[in-house]
């Protein structure tokens, strides 16, 4: 490696290696926004969606790491606004943002 010096037997790990060093993740998660710089990593990490299934939005599949953040999210794809404020009947996604609302009235 021209960078730090470290020799490689095989020049595709060379490659991998020097992407430590310049910080490129080409090999990207179509469930996340999680990127990786070699293809391994990201196999290893698509394994761990695998296992939380229920997890994905049926429409985008876009993974979550909780059930009440998919949830919310599947709100985003349906228009539904279940958090109604009692003042002015506007509607939320989520109730932190109805929280965040009721405080102007």
């Known amino acids: 490696c021209p960078e730090c010096g470290k020799g ?9 290696h ?34 939380r299934r229920p997890l994905r939005c049926g429409d985008c599949h876009k993974w979550f790491k909780t059930r009440s953040i998919l949830v ?3 709100a985003l794809h349906t228009g539904e606004r279940p958090y109604e404020c009692p003042e002015c009947r506007k509607r939320f996604v989520r109730k932190a943002d109805l929280m965040v609302h009721r405080r102007i009235h």
């Open 8 to 16: 490689f037997g095989k020049s595709s790990n060379l490659v991998v």
């Open 72 to 74: 919310t999210h599947e």
């Open 18 to 51: 020097r992407r430590t060093h310049t910080g490129e993740k080409p090999y990207k998660c179509c469930g996340c926004d999680k990127s990786f710089s070699d293809r391994s990593n990201l196999a290893k990490h698509q394994r761990l969606h695998a296992k």
